[in-house]
């Protein structure tokens, strides 16, 4: 038996050479971005004059233009950069592409997404049927999109009766699907953290109507079955307090934290009053302080979402918060060291040319105070963070993923820049903004509301 498995081997490695060369992988083709302005994503001052080489779709080497010698194989494709500015691809850390599902409006959005430099974006729990459909197509480049990291979601039995739940499970029961699941005391943690593991998501939402209990139980399961915890920054009744204590990875919606300080903290996330903004003075208010310093130590990402009560003011319904309030805490966040990334939860106007995350990042410069390297920040190294402890893109640097925005103005110096956005690349992969036409999709991305 041995001696026979032996000569098939030996008739295997006999192949004729022409037989051999076309099982070797292809050669992945490379392209130099050279005499760049860098902003690398990390904070650092912008950097003239260096180029990127890309091999595949990743990043091989950052150096400034003349500092070291190498050989490039004759076929590497030089793009000269002179005069344009590069950074990391964007990440728009909270979206929601399918409440209810809608292919072609979710298409449109991705387009416009990608053709303005979002290479990466976290979606916050939908019908996840959808999702995974959509993040398989941009991930191979089916369609023009982001790469998109997705969370399944829990909540306590009396969330459900939320018509999203109904739009996001059509043809099934909403708190009884592996993307949406109604958590009880005596539900299997572990086995419900599995099943919703098997959707593919990144991570676990938690989202609302838990006990602080229920919120560290879930977390704890999902940590050890190796899934990020994104959740809100109140859970109802948890109060944020609770939430952080269980160590999320990530807690969305600054206004949330808010709760910390009203005199009855709300019992579900149906039955909120507004918050007490008349107990916030200009300084930090002293249950906030301890809530932002747990939030440094542990690493917890706060998704911001500035832009979300900017876009409750034009809605029927009274808003929870201001966006004077979410700015001023957001500033906050800032000033005391928190990760901040930047997140929409909502669409820009259908017929804008740019997408919503222009909005969050024109509002932490111009309300949050932030500068604009620090917003850009935001969007980039730690839109990488809001997704993993560990991101393979964010910043440019040898390794990571080749995911770059190329502008004709400086955005370090002025956020608005962003808008003379010429060349996104995702994975290696040239999305020139001239191939863009913002008029084409107006009546796709008009499907469905903010």
């Not at 902003?39 to 070291?68: F, Q, Y």
């Not at 930090?284 to 409750?312: C, F, K, N, S, W």
Request: glycine share 6%.
């Amino acid at each position: 038996m041995i001696r026979s498995c032996l000569t098939a081997l030996a008739a295997v490695l006999a192949l004729s050479p022409a037989v051999a060369l076309a099982q070797e992988p292809p050669v992945e083709a490379q392209t130099v971005y050279r005499n760049v302005t860098l902003i690398d994503g990390t904070g650092a001052p912008a950097r003239a004059a260096m180029n990127i080489l890309v091999r595949g779709e990743r990043i091989e080497r950052v150096w400034k233009e003349g500092e070291i010698a190498f050989k490039l194989s004759p076929d590497t494709r030089i793009v000269d950069m002179t005069g344009r500015f590069v950074l990391p691809g964007l990440t728009d850390s909270h979206q929601h592409l399918a409440t209810p599902p809608n292919r072609r409006f979710a298409e449109a959005q991705l387009k416009r997404d990608l053709y303005s430099g979002i290479t990466s974006t976290r979606d916050m729990a939908d019908d996840l049927r959808n999702i995974a459909d959509l993040a398989r197509a941009t991930r191979i480049g089916e369609i023009p999109g982001p790469d998109i990291h997705y969370a399944a979601l829990m909540a306590g039995p009396s969330f459900f009766d939320d018509p999203r739940v109904g739009a996001a499970s059509l043809g099934a029961v909403g708190g009884q699907v592996p993307w949406m699941q109604a958590i009880r005391p005596d539900t299997d943690i572990r086995q419900a953290v599995a099943e919703a593991k098997g959707t593919s998501a990144a991570a676990i939402k938690i989202y609302a109507n838990l006990p602080g209990a229920e919120v560290a139980r879930i977390t704890a399961e999902a940590h050890r079955q190796e899934l990020q915890v994104w959740t809100h920054g109140a859970v109802f009744p948890a109060t944020p307090a609770e939430v952080l204590a269980a160590r999320p990875d990530s807690v969305s919606h600054v206004c949330m934290l808010a709760y910390q300080v009203s005199d009855q903290f709300p019992t579900g996330y149906h039955r909120r009053a507004a918050v007490q903004e008349e107990k916030f003075g200009k300084d930090v208010h002293p249950q906030i302080a301890p809530l932002l310093a747990t939030m440094r130590r542990d690493g917890v990402v706060l998704d911001a979402t500035v832009r979300i009560y900017e876009a409750m003011k034009g809605r029927p319904s009274k808003p929870y918060c201001s966006t004077e309030l979410a700015a001023q805490l957001t500033s906050q966040a800032l000033k005391a060291g928190v990760i901040i990334s930047a997140g929409t939860d909502g669409f820009s106007n259908p017929a804008a040319a740019y997408p919503a995350l222009y909005e969050e990042l024109e509002l932490l410069v111009d309300r949050s105070g932030f500068s604009p390297m620090q917003a850009i920040v935001a969007a980039t190294r730690n839109g990488a963070l809001a997704v993993s402890k560990t991101p393979d893109f964010g910043t440019i640097e040898a390794g990571k993923l080749a995911n770059l925005v190329f502008t004709g103005q400086d955005p370090s110096q002025d956020i608005r820049a962003l808008r003379t956005i010429t060349l996104t690349v995702k994975r290696g992969k040239d999305y020139p903004r001239a191939d863009f036409d913002p008029a084409a999709d107006v009546a796709a991305r008009a499907m469905v509301d903010d």
